[in-house]
């Protein structure tokens, strides 16, 4: 039998005591955070479940690798844990473009918040995966955890990841909305949760686009033709390039 994959177990938020006095809170409060540094990671009994009715599913494991693939793709001395972050998340932003350019990573994470990601990198950093304050960089344990997918650890706090599949369309749609709020200054349009939809259930006529929650009158009448036809391009080309493909027969 395989080793089971280990777990981060360093929890984000613990409670702390109330304190009887300011000095006893001092205290307690410091062999907390010398607890959870010491923490060992510890195996965990069962994999996080994944649906196949859910688009953005994907094992723990597997979320842990993109994390790493991510810091150890970025350029010496390597870049902060709160561009690592915002990478991940899809975030775009000029002085980054050189870094998203080096990974297929850009938006894997972009269905879980900003927190939530910065939060997994933190326990990373704690577990000794990655190591630097201003600059992350992976640390021995990281590389080898990259090159033997049993010493992968799986993320105490679960987190959905954008398909391989899907990440190209939702570039689109990234730089689509980036391009919009440049030119018409308007921050607000195309939220995270209209691209999520945009993603689970990619409209091909613009009748199913007005249905979508979030989805106003001034999206659809302005900007409708132009996301169903990224939308439409998008599966037109990944119809072409499967039929361009060689089968596992040809020789």
Avoid: C
Avoid at 71 to 94: C, F, H, K, W
Wanted: hydrophobic content about 40%.
């Amino acid at each position: 039998m395989g080793r089971r994959p280990k777990r981060i177990d360093l929890p984000a938020n613990v409670p702390s005591p109330e304190p009887a006095t300011r000095r006893s809170s001092r205290r307690r409060g410091k062999a907390e955070t010398e607890r959870l540094e010491e923490r060992p990671i510890s195996p965990t009994e069962t994999e996080m479940e994944v649906s196949e009715e859910d688009t953005f599913a994907l094992p723990g494991q597997q979320i842990t690798r993109l994390v790493l693939e991510t810091v150890a793709q970025m350029p010496p001395p390597g870049v902060g844990l709160r561009t690592i972050a915002g990478i991940l998340r899809g975030e775009t932003r000029a002085n980054w473009l050189s870094y998203i350019a080096r990974t297929e990573n850009w938006g894997a994470l972009f269905p879980n918040s900003l927190a939530s990601v910065e939060a997994l990198l933190q326990d990373l950093v704690r577990a000794g995966y990655i190591e630097g304050k201003h600059f992350v960089r992976l640390t021995e344990k990281g590389q080898r955890a990259l090159e033997d997918a049993n010493e992968l650890p799986v993320p105490r706090r679960p987190l959905k990841a954008v398909p391989p599949s899907l990440r190209p369309l939702l570039w689109k749609l990234l730089l689509l909305r980036a391009r919009l709020v440049n030119e018409r200054k308007a921050p607000g349009l195309l939220k995270d949760s209209v691209l999520l939809q945009l993603l689970q259930h990619p409209p091909k006529r613009l009748s199913e686009l007005k249905k979508m929650k979030g989805v106003g009158a001034f999206i659809a009448g302005n900007l409708g033709k132009e996301i169903v036809r990224v939308v439409r391009e998008f599966f037109q080309r990944s119809e072409a390039s499967k039929k361009e493909a060689p089968s596992d027969g040809a020789a």
